[in-house]
T-cell receptor, first 107, second 114 residues
Framework: QKEVEQDPGPLSVPEGAIVSLNCTYS??????FMWYRQYSRKGPELLMY????GNKEDGRFTAQVDKSSKYISLFIRDSQPSDSATYLC???????FGAGTRLTVKP | DSGVTQTPKHLITATGQRVTLRCSPR?????VYWYQQSLDQGLQFLIQ???????AKGNILERFSAQQFPDLHSELNLSSLELGDSALYFC?????????????FGPGTRLTVL
């Protein structure tokens, strides 16, 4: 079992939809959780980071952590074509990244 | 712009050769991470340095090595190159050694081994 599991998709939604991206993990010691956005062949860009359980909101993005289920989510409201990218979850210290979910938002 | 710089942007070389990739972290960041990303593959963590010392090691081949210098820039050395080493190599930096507030990635170096 991988330490961090993420459905690679691809995920295709119409413009304006609410997008839900998810990761599961196996190490209950993880306390820090991050989401990155990567446009094709570019360096990943840090979107949000959270500590422990709960929600964190930043504009159209909401990160949610459920430590009891070892499950984290990123919600994108009012999705735009410019949100089309690969989204990577990461957690703990160092480089524990999910495989990334490829998202396409269609106009 | 993340503030992390990587050189060169592109590198084309032949099998068996050796190359050096360079990374300058964001101003004030003490930690540098190296990642490999092959076509349509996820990020593979290679190695991390913190303030000049190796902090963590991932799936780094013995043919690969890295170091972080006193001015905090880092170099990743790849030797005896094989076709399968063709990939994007990313450097990232963070203020502290845990990366708990996230990492900031450079634009990457695209390595092509012919």
């Amino acid at each position: 079992q991988k330490e961090v599991e993420q459905d690679p998709g691809p995920l295709s939604v119409p413009e304006g939809a609410i997008v839900s991206l998810n990761c599961t993990y196996s190490n209950s010691a993880f306390q820090y959780f991050m989401w990155y956005r990567q446009y094709s062949r570019k360096g990943p860009e840090l979107l949000m980071y959270t500590y422990s359980s709960g929600n964190k909101e930043d504009g159209r993005f909401t990160a949610q952590v459920d430590k009891s289920s070892k499950y984290i989510s990123l919600f994108i409201r009012d999705s735009q074509p410019s949100d089309s990218a690969t989204y990577l979850c990461a957690m703990g210290a160092g480089g524990r990244f999910g495989a990334g979910t490829r998202l396409t938002v269609k106009p | 712009d993340s503030g992390v710089t990587q050189t060169p942007k592109h590198l084309i070389t032949a099998t068996g050769q050796r190359v050096t990739l360079r990374c300058s972290p964001r101003s004030g960041d003490l930690s540098v991470y190296w990642y490999q990303q092959s076509l349509d593959q996820g990020l593979q963590f290679l190695i991390q340095y913190y303030n000049g010392e190796e902090r963590a090691k991932g799936n780094i081949l013995e043919r690969f090595s890295a170091q972080q210098f006193p001015d905090l820039h880092s170099e990743l050395n790849l030797s005896s190159l094989e076709l399968g080493d063709s990939a994007l190599y990313f450097c990232a930096s963070s203020v502290e050694g845990q990366g708990t507030a996230g990492q900031f990635f450079g634009p990457g170096t695209r390595l092509t081994v012919l």
